[in-house]
C-alpha cells in the first residue's frame, strides 16, 4: 500500500509544471481553443504576463515608449489570454463564448486609445466590470469528470495551493486597477 502512494507522489512530481511552463504551453497554443486548461495553468500564465507587462511597462516609461510598448504587449497577449481563458471555461463546463465581451471590449479600448478619443473611459469602466466578473468565475474548480470539451486533468494537491496564491495576487492587482481607475475618473 504504502508503495502504491510513493508512486502516485512520483507520478504526480514528474506531471508537475512550473509556472514557466504552463506559460509556455499557453503560448505554444496561442490559437488553440480546444480542450481544457486548469486553474492552475490559468492563473500561473496570468501572473506571469502580468509581470511580463509591469517589467515592459518599466521599460517603456524609462524610455518614453509606454504606450508603443502596452499596444505590442495587448496585441501579442492577447490572443494567448484569450484561448486560455476560452480552455479554462471548458474546463468549468462552460462555452468560451463568456469570453468574447472582454475581447470586444479590449479591441474597443485599444482602437479609442489609439486614435486618441476621450471614448476610453466607458469601456475601460465596462472591460474592467466584465474582467472582475469573469475572474472570479474562473477562479472555481473545474468540473471533476469528463465533459463535452475533453477529459478531466487530474492536477497535484499543491497546485490548489498555488492557485489560491495566484488568485489571491491577481483579485489585489484587480483591485489597485480599480482604485487608480476611480481615482483618475474622479479628478
Same mark, same amino acid.
Given at each position: +500500500?504504502?508503495?502504491?502512494?510513493?508512486?502516485?507522489?512520483?507520478?504526480?512530481?514528474?506531471?508537475?509544471?512550473? =509556472?514557466?511552463?504552463?506559460?509556455?504551453? #499557453?503560448?505554444?497554443?496561442?490559437?488553440?481553443?480546444?480542450?481544457? %486548461? %486548469?486553474?492552475?495553468?490559468?492563473? #500561473?500564465?496570468? %501572473?506571469?504576463?502580468?509581470?511580463?507587462?509591469?517589467?515592459?511597462?518599466?521599460?517603456?516609461?524609462?524610455?518614453?515608449?509606454?504606450?508603443?510598448?502596452?499596444?505590442? *504587449? #495587448?496585441? *501579442?497577449?492577447?490572443?494567448?489570454?484569450?484561448?486560455?481563458?476560452?480552455?479554462?471555461?471548458?474546463?468549468?463546463?462552460?462555452?468560451?463564448?463568456?469570453?468574447?465581451? #472582454?475581447?470586444?471590449?479590449?479591441? =474597443? +479600448?485599444?482602437?479609442?486609445?489609439?486614435?486618441?478619443?476621450?471614448? %476610453?473611459?466607458?469601456?475601460?469602466?465596462?472591460?474592467?466590470?466584465?474582467?472582475?466578473?469573469?475572474?472570479? +468565475?474562473?477562479?472555481?474548480?473545474?468540473?471533476?469528470?469528463?465533459?463535452?470539451?475533453?477529459?478531466?486533468?487530474?492536477?497535484?494537491?499543491?497546485?490548489?495551493?498555488?492557485?489560491?496564491?495566484?488568485?489571491?495576487? +491577481?483579485?489585489?492587482?484587480?483591485?489597485?486597477?480599480?482604485?487608480?481607475?476611480?481615482?483618475?475618473?474622479?479628478?
Amino acid at each position: +500500500m504504502n508503495e502504491e502512494i510513493q508512486n502516485s507522489e512520483i507520478i504526480e512530481q514528474e506531471n508537475m509544471k512550473t =509556472i514557466f511552463d504552463c506559460w509556455t504551453d #499557453a503560448i505554444k497554443r496561442f490559437f488553440d481553443i480546444n480542450g481544457r %486548461t %486548469t486553474r492552475y495553468e490559468f492563473w #500561473a500564465f496570468q %501572473t506571469v504576463s502580468l509581470f511580463i507587462f509591469i517589467l515592459a511597462a518599466l521599460i517603456g516609461f524609462c524610455f518614453g515608449l509606454y504606450k508603443i510598448v502596452f499596444e505590442i *504587449y #495587448a496585441l *501579442y497577449f492577447l490572443a494567448p489570454a484569450m484561448t486560455i481563458s476560452i480552455r479554462r471555461l471548458h474546463d468549468m463546463g462552460l462555452s468560451g463564448k463568456w469570453a468574447v465581451p #472582454a475581447l470586444v471590449l479590449a479591441i =474597443i +479600448m485599444l482602437i479609442s486609445w489609439e486614435i486618441g478619443t476621450d471614448f %476610453t473611459f466607458l469601456p475601460l469602466f465596462l472591460l474592467l466590470c466584465y474582467i472582475s466578473y469573469l475572474y472570479s +468565475m474562473l477562479s472555481d474548480n473545474g468540473d471533476k469528470e469528463d465533459n463535452i470539451y475533453g477529459k478531466k486533468v487530474v492536477e497535484p494537491e499543491i497546485y490548489n495551493q498555488d492557485s489560491r496564491v495566484f488568485i489571491i495576487f +491577481m483579485a489585489l492587482f484587480l483591485s489597485a486597477l480599480w482604485i487608480i481607475f476611480l481615482i483618475k475618473a474622479l479628478y
